[in-house]
């Protein structure tokens, strides 16, 4: 055999190895690209899934990182942004919770008006070293509006003029929203506050009983409310999401205590004794009295003392 032949053939070989090697990457490299988006799918749910489970627990330390890591998967994953923004919002991180709220809005801003109302409520917020500007916040609730006409800005914006001490325009806004949503529990509660300041209890009551009725509702008409998301099986989780979106809805959430136990009392406490009215104080006394100063002292912090001693505190 001549060593031209024999070097022909050993490039013949070479060349049928190489190309028998460049197939088997071509093949591993397909099917490596079919694997990876199903692959990368359940690399996501199950790290979104469990920044949630963390969430449910109270857990929003543990759960932040979770939510960046799904993020870093999904960039764009609204739900992910959304509670990532909650949770650093209730860990007093709320410039980074606004810049996510932002990234939010401008993800879907025709769609979705969550963003808009939860970033007006850390404006709005009654929180120490919250970032409060009311003008900002009601120029955000209004925003929301334009978005979704039924999302909870209308409450907002009542309760941002009430901060502000514009009482005819919150109780107005209060009025149309307590019309149009007859399940709500910060429209009553509010507006008995208002009267109360106004006109006393007598005035008060017909509203803090609306309120209480809503807040401990009987259970065949709770059985029938539908929720969305993580407050389906959790009745207790539906009444913390609703306290979320309104400013003062530690307020009014307070009153059901425990798994609704504080607001049973309330009722029964009334209930048992309707002359306790006519002696003193009833329970919407000590209610409304704390409320009054978590006000005055927002207040004091949002407007000034100039706005607080200009005539518009109810």
Same mark, same amino acid.
């Not at 810049?99 to 709005?124: C, E, F, K, T």
């Not at 509203?207 to 509702?217: D, I, N, V, Y």
């Not at 008409?221 to 407050?231: F, I, M, N, P, Q």
């Given at each position: ?25 071509? %093949?591993?490299?397909?099917?490596? $690209? ?9 690399? !996501? /749910? ?19 990182? +979770? ?7 999904? &960039?764009? $994953? ?9 949770? +650093? ?22 769609? *979705? ?9 850390? #404006?709005?917020?009654?929180? &120490? ?7 900002? @916040?009601?120029?955000? !609730? ?13 409450? =907002? ?6 901060? %502000?001490?514009?009482?005819?325009? @919150? ?9 149009? *949503? ?20 007598? @005035?008060?009551?017909? $509203? ?16 029938? /409310? ?8 959790? &009745?207790?989780?539906? /009444? ?7 400013? !003062? ?12 136990? =504080? ?13 306790? $009215? *006519? ?12 409320? #009054? ?5 927002? %207040?004091?912090?949002?407007? =000034? ?8 505190? &109810?």
């Amino acid at each position: 055999m001549s060593r031209r032949f024999r070097r022909a053939a050993r490039a013949l070989a070479l060349g049928l190895v190489l190309a028998v090697g460049v197939a088997c990457r071509d %093949r591993t490299t397909t099917a490596a $690209h079919t694997e990876t988006p199903a692959a990368a799918a359940r690399a !996501f /749910w199950a790290t979104y899934q469990e920044a949630t489970a963390r969430r449910m627990a109270s857990d929003c330390a543990g759960a932040v990182p +979770l939510y960046r890591q799904a993020l870093d998967q999904r &960039p764009d $994953h609204e739900d992910a942004l959304y509670y990532l923004g909650n949770c +650093l919002a209730e860990q007093g991180a709320s410039a980074e919770a606004l810049g996510i709220y932002d990234r939010l809005a401008r993800l879907n801003p025709a769609g *979705s008006s969550r963003a808009q109302v939860q970033a007006a409520l850390l #404006h709005a917020s009654l929180l &120490p070293g919250a970032p409060v500007d009311l003008e900002h @916040a009601e120029r955000l !609730f209004r925003q929301a509006l334009e978005v979704d006409p039924d999302s909870a800005a209308r409450l =907002g914006l009542a309760e941002v003029r009430l901060l %502000r001490g514009e009482v005819d325009d @919150a109780r107005r806004l209060l009025n149309e929203m307590l019309a149009d *949503s007859p399940m709500s529990v910060p429209a009553p509660f509010l507006l008995g506050y208002l009267a109360y300041r106004a006109d006393g209890r007598e @005035a008060a009551r017909p $509203h803090f009983a609306a309120a209480l009725a809503r807040l401990c509702p009987p259970p065949e008409t709770a059985s029938r /409310w539908s929720e969305e998301g993580d407050v389906k099986s959790a &009745p207790e989780r539906r /009444w913390q999401a609703l306290a979320r979106q309104s400013v !003062f809805g530690a307020s009014w959430l307070a009153i059901r205590g425990d798994a609704g136990a =504080g607001c049973r009392a309330v009722v029964g406490q009334d209930a048992r004794d309707p002359a306790r $009215h *006519s002696r003193g104080r009833t329970a919407l006394d000590p209610v409304y009295e704390d409320l #009054h100063r978590v006000i005055e002292a927002a %207040r004091a912090r949002t407007v =000034g003392a100039s706005a607080a001693g200009s005539g518009r505190v &109810p």
